[in-house]
Protein backbone atom coordinates (compact mmCIF):
# COMPACT_ATOMS: atom_id res chain seq x y z
CA UNK A 1 0.00 0.00 0.00
CA UNK A 2 1.32 3.47 -0.39
CA UNK A 3 1.91 5.82 2.13
CA UNK A 4 -1.23 7.42 3.87
CA UNK A 5 -0.24 10.77 3.56
CA UNK A 6 1.44 11.18 0.15
CA UNK A 7 -0.67 13.37 -1.02
CA UNK A 8 -1.00 15.42 2.20
CA UNK A 9 1.66 18.66 2.97
CA UNK A 10 1.72 20.80 5.78
CA UNK A 11 1.84 24.50 3.99
CA UNK A 12 1.71 27.31 6.22
CA UNK A 13 1.97 28.01 10.38
CA UNK A 14 1.83 30.64 12.10
CA UNK A 15 2.02 31.55 15.84
CA UNK A 16 0.78 35.07 16.93
CA UNK A 17 2.64 36.84 19.99
CA UNK A 18 2.60 35.17 22.42
CA UNK A 19 2.88 36.42 26.38
CA UNK A 20 1.79 36.46 29.95
CA UNK A 21 -1.22 38.49 29.02
CA UNK A 22 -2.44 39.71 25.86
CA UNK A 23 -4.91 42.86 26.16
CA UNK A 24 -7.64 43.71 23.56
CA UNK A 25 -7.81 39.90 23.01
CA UNK A 26 -10.54 37.42 23.67
CA UNK A 27 -9.95 33.15 22.77
CA UNK A 28 -12.38 33.98 19.76
CA UNK A 29 -9.60 37.05 18.08
CA UNK A 30 -6.13 35.68 18.75
CA UNK A 31 -7.46 32.71 17.06
CA UNK A 32 -8.63 34.44 14.05
CA UNK A 33 -5.28 36.43 14.14
CA UNK A 34 -3.49 33.11 13.65
CA UNK A 35 -5.67 31.02 11.08
CA UNK A 36 -5.51 34.47 9.06
CA UNK A 37 -1.11 33.87 9.52
CA UNK A 38 -1.31 30.51 8.70
CA UNK A 39 -3.09 31.15 5.50
CA UNK A 40 -0.81 34.00 4.57
CA UNK A 41 2.06 31.80 5.01
CA UNK A 42 0.77 29.32 2.71
CA UNK A 43 0.25 32.13 0.12
CA UNK A 44 -3.54 31.60 0.26
CA UNK A 45 -6.61 33.21 0.49
CA UNK A 46 -9.43 32.82 3.14
CA UNK A 47 -11.77 31.26 0.33
CA UNK A 48 -9.70 28.85 -0.40
CA UNK A 49 -10.21 26.87 2.99
CA UNK A 50 -12.92 24.00 2.51
CA UNK A 51 -12.39 22.45 5.57
CA UNK A 52 -11.50 23.49 9.54
CA UNK A 53 -10.64 21.54 12.62
CA UNK A 54 -11.34 23.15 15.78
CA UNK A 55 -14.26 25.03 17.53
CA UNK A 56 -12.56 28.23 17.04
CA UNK A 57 -11.59 27.49 13.41
CA UNK A 58 -15.57 27.17 12.90
CA UNK A 59 -16.07 30.84 13.79
CA UNK A 60 -13.56 31.82 11.37
CA UNK A 61 -15.43 29.86 8.51
CA UNK A 62 -18.29 31.88 9.46
CA UNK A 63 -16.78 34.91 9.74
CA UNK A 64 -15.21 34.88 6.85
CA UNK A 65 -18.64 33.33 4.97
CA UNK A 66 -16.53 30.76 3.21
CA UNK A 67 -18.89 27.57 3.98
CA UNK A 68 -19.93 24.91 3.28
CA UNK A 69 -16.89 23.06 4.31
CA UNK A 70 -15.78 19.99 5.94
CA UNK A 71 -15.43 20.39 9.49
CA UNK A 72 -13.93 18.47 13.06
CA UNK A 73 -14.34 20.10 16.42
CA UNK A 74 -10.94 18.21 18.07
CA UNK A 75 -9.28 20.38 20.16
CA UNK A 76 -6.07 18.72 20.14
CA UNK A 77 -2.66 19.22 18.36
CA UNK A 78 -1.11 16.13 16.44
CA UNK A 79 -4.87 14.26 16.75
CA UNK A 80 -6.23 17.40 15.06
CA UNK A 81 -3.75 17.43 12.45
CA UNK A 82 -3.45 13.75 11.53
CA UNK A 83 -7.78 14.44 11.27
CA UNK A 84 -7.17 16.97 8.80
CA UNK A 85 -4.80 14.86 7.05
CA UNK A 86 -6.95 12.10 6.73
CA UNK A 87 -9.73 14.31 5.48
CA UNK A 88 -7.61 15.14 2.54
CA UNK A 89 -6.14 11.94 1.58
CA UNK A 90 -10.03 10.41 1.65
CA UNK A 91 -11.47 13.59 -0.89
CA UNK A 92 -13.52 15.05 1.95
CA UNK A 93 -11.40 18.74 1.73
CA UNK A 94 -8.60 20.12 -0.05
CA UNK A 95 -7.22 22.55 2.39
CA UNK A 96 -7.79 22.13 5.77
CA UNK A 97 -7.26 25.38 8.55
CA UNK A 98 -6.44 23.31 12.41
CA UNK A 99 -6.60 26.41 14.68
CA UNK A 100 -6.73 27.77 17.93
CA UNK A 101 -6.02 30.31 20.85
CA UNK A 102 -6.59 31.15 24.30
CA UNK A 103 -6.69 34.96 25.99
CA UNK A 104 -8.56 36.31 29.03
CA UNK A 105 -9.82 32.75 30.03
CA UNK A 106 -7.24 32.33 32.73
CA UNK A 107 -5.62 35.24 34.62
CA UNK A 108 -5.44 34.01 37.94
CA UNK A 109 -2.31 32.64 38.47
CA UNK A 110 -2.48 32.14 41.96
CA UNK A 111 -4.73 28.85 41.22
CA UNK A 112 -4.20 26.10 38.83
CA UNK A 113 -5.34 26.22 35.26
CA UNK A 114 -8.76 25.68 34.69
CA UNK A 115 -8.36 22.74 32.00
CA UNK A 116 -6.92 20.63 34.98
CA UNK A 117 -9.31 21.05 37.80
CA UNK A 118 -11.98 18.77 37.08
CA UNK A 119 -14.83 17.92 39.98
CA UNK A 120 -13.24 14.29 39.98
CA UNK A 121 -13.72 12.40 43.88
CA UNK A 122 -10.32 10.79 44.06
CA UNK A 123 -8.28 14.00 42.45
CA UNK A 124 -9.38 17.64 43.87
CA UNK A 125 -9.68 16.05 47.47
CA UNK A 126 -6.30 14.81 47.53
CA UNK A 127 -4.42 17.38 45.75
CA UNK A 128 -3.79 16.06 42.95
CA UNK A 129 -2.80 18.75 40.64
CA UNK A 130 -0.72 18.72 37.32
CA UNK A 131 2.67 19.07 39.31
CA UNK A 132 1.52 16.47 41.57
CA UNK A 133 0.28 13.92 39.05
CA UNK A 134 3.62 14.22 36.68
CA UNK A 135 5.50 13.89 40.26
CA UNK A 136 4.30 10.62 41.07
CA UNK A 137 5.53 9.15 37.86
CA UNK A 138 8.84 10.57 37.82
CA UNK A 139 9.71 9.45 41.66
CA UNK A 140 8.52 5.56 40.42
CA UNK A 141 11.05 6.17 37.44
CA UNK A 142 13.97 7.21 39.93
CA UNK A 143 13.04 4.60 42.51
CA UNK A 144 13.17 2.07 40.06
CA UNK A 145 16.04 3.21 37.68
CA UNK A 146 18.26 5.71 40.15
CA UNK A 147 17.26 8.68 37.80
CA UNK A 148 18.60 11.72 39.76
CA UNK A 149 17.36 15.44 39.82
CA UNK A 150 20.75 16.51 38.48
CA UNK A 151 19.40 14.74 35.31
CA UNK A 152 15.88 16.42 35.33
CA UNK A 153 17.21 19.59 35.98
CA UNK A 154 19.89 19.38 33.30
CA UNK A 155 16.59 18.69 30.46
CA UNK A 156 15.26 21.72 31.66
CA UNK A 157 17.95 23.80 32.01
CA UNK A 158 18.79 23.01 28.15
CA UNK A 159 15.16 23.56 27.11
CA UNK A 160 15.06 27.09 29.22
CA UNK A 161 18.09 28.07 27.31
CA UNK A 162 16.97 27.68 23.87
CA UNK A 163 14.08 30.19 24.93
CA UNK A 164 15.96 32.44 26.39
CA UNK A 165 17.79 33.30 23.30
CA UNK A 166 14.06 33.11 21.17
CA UNK A 167 13.11 36.85 20.47
CA UNK A 168 9.62 35.38 20.36
CA UNK A 169 9.49 33.75 23.60
CA UNK A 170 7.61 34.70 26.88
CA UNK A 171 10.44 34.19 28.60
CA UNK A 172 13.20 35.71 25.76
CA UNK A 173 16.62 37.22 27.82
CA UNK A 174 15.71 35.38 31.38
CA UNK A 175 18.64 32.93 31.29
CA UNK A 176 21.19 31.43 30.92
CA UNK A 177 20.17 28.74 33.32
CA UNK A 178 22.42 25.87 34.74
CA UNK A 179 20.58 22.26 36.40
CA UNK A 180 22.10 24.27 40.08
CA UNK A 181 19.86 27.72 39.05
CA UNK A 182 17.10 25.20 38.60
CA UNK A 183 17.96 23.11 41.78
CA UNK A 184 17.73 26.28 43.66
CA UNK A 185 14.16 27.18 42.35
CA UNK A 186 11.41 26.77 45.13
CA UNK A 187 10.16 23.30 44.72
CA UNK A 188 6.67 22.44 43.86
CA UNK A 189 5.49 19.00 43.77
CA UNK A 190 9.04 16.73 44.63
CA UNK A 191 10.59 16.15 42.99
CA UNK A 192 9.61 19.14 40.58
CA UNK A 193 11.16 22.40 41.42
CA UNK A 194 9.88 25.49 39.93
CA UNK A 195 11.90 25.67 37.16
CA UNK A 196 11.55 22.23 35.82
CA UNK A 197 7.61 23.31 35.21
CA UNK A 198 5.65 24.42 32.46
CA UNK A 199 4.72 27.97 32.63
CA UNK A 200 1.10 29.71 31.74
CA UNK A 201 0.37 32.32 28.80
CA UNK A 202 -2.20 33.41 26.34
CA UNK A 203 -1.62 33.24 22.70
CA UNK A 204 -2.99 31.83 18.86
CA UNK A 205 -1.43 29.22 16.94
CA UNK A 206 -2.20 27.64 13.54
CA UNK A 207 -1.63 25.16 10.91
CA UNK A 208 -2.55 24.82 6.75
CA UNK A 209 -2.59 21.76 5.54
CA UNK A 210 -3.76 20.88 1.57
CA UNK A 211 -3.08 18.66 -1.37
CA UNK A 212 0.11 17.78 -2.85
CA UNK A 213 -0.87 19.22 -6.16
CA UNK A 214 -1.96 22.24 -4.60
CA UNK A 215 1.47 22.39 -2.24
CA UNK A 216 4.14 22.35 -5.15
CA UNK A 217 2.47 25.90 -6.54
CA UNK A 218 2.15 27.89 -2.85
CA UNK A 219 4.47 30.53 -1.19
CA UNK A 220 6.82 28.06 0.62
CA UNK A 221 7.96 24.75 0.31
CA UNK A 222 5.97 22.13 1.78
CA UNK A 223 6.73 20.01 4.97
CA UNK A 224 5.20 16.71 5.09
CA UNK A 225 3.52 14.68 7.48
CA UNK A 226 5.63 11.36 7.71
CA UNK A 227 3.82 9.35 9.76
CA UNK A 228 1.96 9.64 13.64
CA UNK A 229 0.02 7.98 16.08
CA UNK A 230 -1.56 8.57 19.96
CA UNK A 231 -1.79 6.50 22.46
CA UNK A 232 -4.49 7.26 25.20
CA UNK A 233 -4.87 5.25 28.80
CA UNK A 234 -8.23 7.44 30.17
CA UNK A 235 -9.12 10.96 30.74
CA UNK A 236 -6.50 13.44 31.51
CA UNK A 237 -6.07 15.36 34.90
CA UNK A 238 -9.17 13.21 36.51
CA UNK A 239 -7.62 9.92 38.17
CA UNK A 240 -4.10 10.14 39.94
CA UNK A 241 -1.98 8.49 37.39
CA UNK A 242 -0.34 4.87 37.86
CA UNK A 243 3.33 3.53 36.36
CA UNK A 244 1.46 0.37 35.39
CA UNK A 245 -1.90 1.25 34.11
CA UNK A 246 -2.38 -0.81 30.79
CA UNK A 247 -0.25 -3.64 29.65
CA UNK A 248 -2.73 -6.02 28.39
CA UNK A 249 -1.35 -5.84 25.06
CA UNK A 250 2.03 -6.08 25.46
CA UNK A 251 3.82 -6.07 29.14
CA UNK A 252 5.77 -2.57 28.12
CA UNK A 253 2.78 -0.35 26.97
CA UNK A 254 1.74 0.99 30.26
CA UNK A 255 0.96 4.65 31.21
CA UNK A 256 4.99 4.56 32.39
CA UNK A 257 5.63 4.64 28.81
CA UNK A 258 2.58 5.96 27.31
CA UNK A 259 4.24 7.04 23.49
CA UNK A 260 6.01 4.05 22.79
CA UNK A 261 2.96 2.43 20.60
CA UNK A 262 2.44 5.70 19.01
CA UNK A 263 6.05 6.38 18.24
CA UNK A 264 6.56 2.41 17.09
CA UNK A 265 3.83 2.94 14.47
CA UNK A 266 5.20 6.69 13.59
CA UNK A 267 8.69 4.88 12.63
CA UNK A 268 6.79 1.69 10.83
CA UNK A 269 4.91 4.20 8.76
CA UNK A 270 7.77 6.73 7.64
CA UNK A 271 10.14 3.74 7.34
CA UNK A 272 12.76 5.63 9.73
CA UNK A 273 13.77 5.01 13.22
CA UNK A 274 15.06 7.15 16.01
CA UNK A 275 18.93 7.74 14.75
CA UNK A 276 16.97 9.35 11.59
CA UNK A 277 15.80 12.11 13.73
CA UNK A 278 17.71 15.36 13.39
CA UNK A 279 15.33 17.48 15.68
CA UNK A 280 13.21 16.58 18.97
CA UNK A 281 10.30 18.75 19.41
CA UNK A 282 9.39 17.11 22.38
CA UNK A 283 6.60 18.69 24.75
CA UNK A 284 7.71 19.49 27.84
CA UNK A 285 5.41 20.04 30.83
CA UNK A 286 7.79 18.67 33.28
CA UNK A 287 11.44 17.74 32.83
CA UNK A 288 11.53 14.34 33.38
CA UNK A 289 9.08 13.71 30.77
CA UNK A 290 12.25 14.91 28.09
CA UNK A 291 13.93 12.06 30.02
CA UNK A 292 11.00 9.31 29.63
CA UNK A 293 10.11 10.01 26.00
CA UNK A 294 14.03 9.00 25.37
CA UNK A 295 13.22 5.87 26.62
CA UNK A 296 9.36 5.58 25.56
CA UNK A 297 10.53 6.23 21.77
CA UNK A 298 13.60 4.07 21.38
CA UNK A 299 16.02 6.48 21.40
CA UNK A 300 17.77 4.74 24.24
CA UNK A 301 17.16 1.82 26.76
CA UNK A 302 14.86 1.97 29.82
CA UNK A 303 16.50 3.78 32.75
CA UNK A 304 19.13 4.85 30.27
CA UNK A 305 17.34 8.38 29.91
CA UNK A 306 18.84 10.56 32.53
CA UNK A 307 22.06 9.79 31.29
CA UNK A 308 20.93 10.23 27.47
CA UNK A 309 20.10 13.76 28.65
CA UNK A 310 23.14 15.02 30.04
CA UNK A 311 25.55 13.08 27.34
CA UNK A 312 25.53 16.55 25.07
CA UNK A 313 23.02 15.01 22.63
CA UNK A 314 19.90 17.28 23.61
CA UNK A 315 21.93 20.61 23.40
CA UNK A 316 22.18 22.76 19.80
CA UNK A 317 24.55 21.12 17.94
CA UNK A 318 24.04 17.61 19.73
CA UNK A 319 22.51 14.69 17.89
CA UNK A 320 19.48 15.14 18.91
CA UNK A 321 18.42 19.08 19.51
CA UNK A 322 15.74 19.59 21.93
CA UNK A 323 13.08 21.78 22.00
CA UNK A 324 14.43 24.31 20.27
CA UNK A 325 12.61 27.39 20.78
CA UNK A 326 11.81 26.77 24.54
CA UNK A 327 8.60 25.22 25.18
CA UNK A 328 6.39 25.37 27.40
CA UNK A 329 9.14 26.31 29.69
CA UNK A 330 10.00 29.42 28.21
CA UNK A 331 8.34 29.87 24.57
CA UNK A 332 4.58 29.50 25.74
CA UNK A 333 1.79 27.64 27.54
CA UNK A 334 -0.83 29.28 25.88
CA UNK A 335 -3.87 26.91 27.37
CA UNK A 336 -5.55 23.93 27.32
CA UNK A 337 -4.77 23.36 23.53
CA UNK A 338 -2.40 25.97 22.29
CA UNK A 339 0.86 24.22 23.43
CA UNK A 340 -0.31 21.16 21.71
CA UNK A 341 0.23 22.43 18.28
CA UNK A 342 3.43 24.22 19.03
CA UNK A 343 5.63 21.49 18.66
CA UNK A 344 4.68 21.16 15.41
CA UNK A 345 4.76 24.39 14.11
CA UNK A 346 8.71 24.55 15.56
CA UNK A 347 9.02 21.56 13.49
CA UNK A 348 7.43 22.86 9.93
CA UNK A 349 10.25 25.93 10.64
CA UNK A 350 12.98 23.81 11.41
CA UNK A 351 12.56 21.99 8.41
CA UNK A 352 11.92 24.80 6.26
CA UNK A 353 15.32 26.21 7.53
CA UNK A 354 13.58 29.52 9.51
CA UNK A 355 13.86 29.30 13.13
CA UNK A 356 15.10 33.20 14.02
CA UNK A 357 17.32 30.82 17.17
CA UNK A 358 18.59 27.40 17.36
CA UNK A 359 18.17 26.50 14.09
CA UNK A 360 19.27 22.96 13.18
CA UNK A 361 21.32 23.14 10.06
CA UNK A 362 20.46 20.64 7.64
CA UNK A 363 17.31 19.27 9.75
CA UNK A 364 15.25 16.86 7.49
CA UNK A 365 13.02 15.08 9.82
CA UNK A 366 11.49 16.40 13.16
CA UNK A 367 10.22 14.07 15.77
CA UNK A 368 6.64 16.17 17.72
CA UNK A 369 4.90 15.13 20.43
CA UNK A 370 2.11 16.33 22.68
CA UNK A 371 1.16 15.38 26.57
CA UNK A 372 3.02 13.03 29.33
CA UNK A 373 2.79 9.82 31.39
CA UNK A 374 1.14 12.52 33.84
CA UNK A 375 -1.72 13.46 31.51
CA UNK A 376 -2.49 9.54 30.13
CA UNK A 377 -1.74 10.38 26.76
CA UNK A 378 1.21 10.95 24.44
CA UNK A 379 0.80 12.05 20.40
CA UNK A 380 3.94 11.73 18.36
CA UNK A 381 4.16 12.97 14.66
CA UNK A 382 7.19 12.88 12.31
CA UNK A 383 7.60 15.37 9.71
CA UNK A 384 9.79 15.32 7.08
CA UNK A 385 11.40 17.77 3.88
CA UNK A 386 10.87 14.72 1.43
CA UNK A 387 7.61 13.10 0.08
CA UNK A 388 7.14 10.02 1.44
Known amino acids: MGHPFRDVAIVGVHNTRQARVIEG ?33 SNFLYQSRIGPAWRSLSPLGIPAVLEAAMAIASGLATTVLVATGEAGSYRNHGSTAPW ?14 TAAEFALMARRHMHMYGTTPQQMAHAAAVVRNNGSINPEAVYFGKGPFTAENVLASRMIADPFHLL ?56 DLIAGNVGRKAAEEAFACAGLGPNEVDVCEFYDPFSFELI ?71 AEVAMCTGGGSGALFTDVALLGKVRP
Not at 42 to 53: E, K, M, Q, S
Not at 303 to 312: A, D, F, I, N
Open 25 to 57: HDSQSIAMEASLGAIADAGLHPRDIDGVVGGLA
Open 116 to 129: TRPTNEFVACYGMF
Open 196 to 251: ECATTSEGGTALVLTSADRADDLAKDPVWLLGGGTDYYGPAYQHPPVWDLGGHRRS
Open 292 to 362: RQFEAYGFCGEGEGGEYVTSGVIEPGGRHPLTTDGGTMSFSHGGASVQLFQRLVRGVQQLRGECRSAQVVG
